[in-house]
């Protein structure tokens, strides 16, 4: 069965910094894209960033670009987000995700919630 | 980028009935649309791809169709683990966006 379990979120003040992780079980995780997604009330579900199998591409939505970092550990099946200089609007719940490259998402963690805030 | 428009926004039924939702693309994006279920404190579930086909282990109780600019998922008979909101998803160009959700609680 495929798990995702993410961690680290959590209360920041605008202008810091939190890294996301999401431990994956249950598959071939060095053979699949990851991707982040967030949702919020407001805005509902957005797409973040994506990364190939090696590390080696990455695509991020434009309004995250140069702020977050999309890595991965395929020793350690692991997926991380560095996200820097966070924002008032960047709290959201946000997902790790399987991403079939490019397409849709085909299995998503329960999320963790960041929330910034002075 | 392209946007996506979900109606309605929100809608009330009952167990059995027929819920359809509308997803319209503000350009053509083929069959290049997902759809997704969210509950809260849960994972999101995968439901369907290329507009009609069914992810693995989804009831035939869901239906997706459409092409080009306009679809619809429908639920043919409702039933109690079907509350949530659901998304609409486009891949035909980067970057890939949502709908606004649409939810369905119990009336």
């Known amino acids: 069965e495929v798990q995702l379990l993410e961690s680290g979120g959590g209360l920041v003040q605008p202008g810091g910094s939190l890294r996301l992780s999401c431990e994956a079980s249950g598959f071939d995780f060095s053979g699949y894209w990851m991707a982040w997604l967030r949702h919020t009330p407001g805005k509902g579900l957005e797409w973040v960033a994506t990364?190939?199998?090696?590390?080696?591409?990455?695509f991020y939505v434009d309004f995250v670009e140069g702020r977050f970092t999309v890595s991965r550990d395929n020793a350690k099946n692991s997926l991380f987000l560095q996200m820097n200089s966070l924002r008032v609007e960047d709290t959201a719940v946000y997902y790790c995700a399987v991403d079939r490259g490019r397409s849709h998402f085909d299995n998503w963690g329960r999320g963790v919630r960041v929330t910034v805030s002075s | 980028d392209i946007q996506m428009t979900q109606s309605p926004s929100a809608l009330s039924a009952s167990v059995g009935d027929r819920v359809t939702i509308t997803c319209r693309a503000s350009q053509n994006i083929n069959t290049w649309l997902a759809w997704y279920q969210l509950k809260p404190g849960k994972a999101p579930k995968f439901l369907i791809y290329k507009a009609s086909t069914l992810a693995n282990g989804v009831p035939t109780r869901f239906s997706g169709s459409g092409s080009g600019t306009e679809f619809t998922l429908s639920i043919t008979s409702l039933e109690p683990d079907d509350f949530g909101t659901y998304y609409c998803q486009q891949y035909n160009s980067h970057p890939r966006t949502f709908g606004q959700g649409t939810t369905v609680d119990i009336k």
């Open positions: 990364v190939r199998q090696d590390d080696r591409e990455k």
